[in-house]
């Protein structure tokens, strides 16, 4: 992580949080709290932010995946961030991820608020002003969020290049190519290092990753297609946004990034989404923001670049 002086969070007081417990290892969010002057108590909104790493690696706190203009836009509602663990891929299964979000959200509408007014903090969530954010794979988590959890009463959704369709063929049949960058190992020896880590990690329990050291096996289970396997391995209807949207037939607004040459999670799983969201919740606002470049292209640009700031506006009007 940078350090203090370089962090993007310099302008936010943390605190981390026990939400669940699972098989004695804790699962954390961290609490982001702006700093402020004010003595008296006040109701702040909150983004919720679920981090990326195709559900296998990073953290919720793992700050250089972060997009600066995320950050920017909090501090300019002055409002609280909060970023929960979940488990990760492949020790832990897509209905294990499922139930932390549960638990989370849960945790989120009632610990929460209660922990904060008994501590006596000066700034309080304020969960009827809540935005979703996720990124890559948490902005499926992110999505399901607002599908599945109506008494949350989540005002908008930002997804962030995520696998929001898994029906789309770069993303569910194997095949070599360069993936952020990288080029994968072939496919034999990709096959055998997940098959080995599976085999040498089974029960295990992991909440965070370092992406540098994960980088392999990662771009290992894009090329294999391995995601998809593993979700159809464990079926889990709460993981298949689309199928949720049909049957939820409803959707807050929502802005959907996504770059045009990303190699990890196809343009196209984002424009099958917004077909979708379309046919099913026309009357949803939804704001699509296609742009020329590669997974996470955005991490470093800020709220001056035109379509960001314009893209701010929209979800902020629902804050």
Not at 10 to 37: C, E, I, N, Q
Not at 129 to 146: D, K, L, N
Not at 291 to 319: A, L, R
Request: net charge negative; glycine share 6%; with cysteine.
């Amino acid at each position: 992580m940078s350090s203090q002086v370089d962090s993007k969070f310099v302008d936010f007081y943390r605190t981390d949080l026990v939400y669940s417990t699972v098989a004695d290892h804790d699962l954390y969010a961290t609490v982001l709290k702006p700093k402020t002057t004010n003595t008296e108590a006040v109701l702040l909104p909150v983004l919720v932010f679920w981090h990326g790493g195709g559900f296998m690696t990073g953290g919720r706190m793992y700050e250089a995946w972060w997009p600066t203009w995320i950050v920017e836009l909090a501090r300019s509602y002055d409002a609280m961030i909060v970023s929960p663990d979940f488990r990760l891929m492949p020790e832990a299964n897509p209905s294990d991820i499922m139930d932390d979000v549960a638990s989370f959200w849960k945790w989120y509408i009632t610990t929460l608020p209660m922990l904060a007014a008994s501590e006596s903090w000066h700034v309080r969530p304020d969960i009827k002003r809540t935005i979703c954010a996720g990124q890559s794979s948490g902005a499926v988590i992110g999505v399901h969020s607002a599908l599945e959890f109506p008494d949350v009463q989540i005002k908008a959704v930002l997804a962030l290049y995520g696998p929001l369709c898994f029906d789309v063929p770069l993303l569910d049949i194997p095949k070599p190519r360069m993936i952020g960058g990288s080029k994968p190992p072939a496919p034999r020896q990709a096959e055998a290092m997940i098959r080995d880590y599976i085999a040498r990690n089974k029960g295990k329990i992991r909440t965070s990753g370092d992406p540098v050291d994960d980088w392999e096996l990662v771009i290992s289970t894009v090329q294999q297609a391995w995601m998809p396997r593993m979700a159809k391995r464990h079926p889990d209807s709460r993981l298949d946004v689309v199928a949720n949207l049909r049957a939820k037939s409803m959707l807050p607004p929502t802005w959907v990034v996504h770059g045009e040459r990303d190699s990890v999670v196809p343009v196209e799983c984002a424009i099958k989404f917004g077909e979708h969201a379309r046919a099913v919740v026309p009357d949803t606002p939804l704001l699509l923001s296609i742009k020329p470049e590669e997974h996470t292209f955005d991490v470093d640009m800020t709220m001056d670049e035109q379509w960001i700031n314009e893209g701010c506006q929209f979800i902020g009007s629902y804050w």
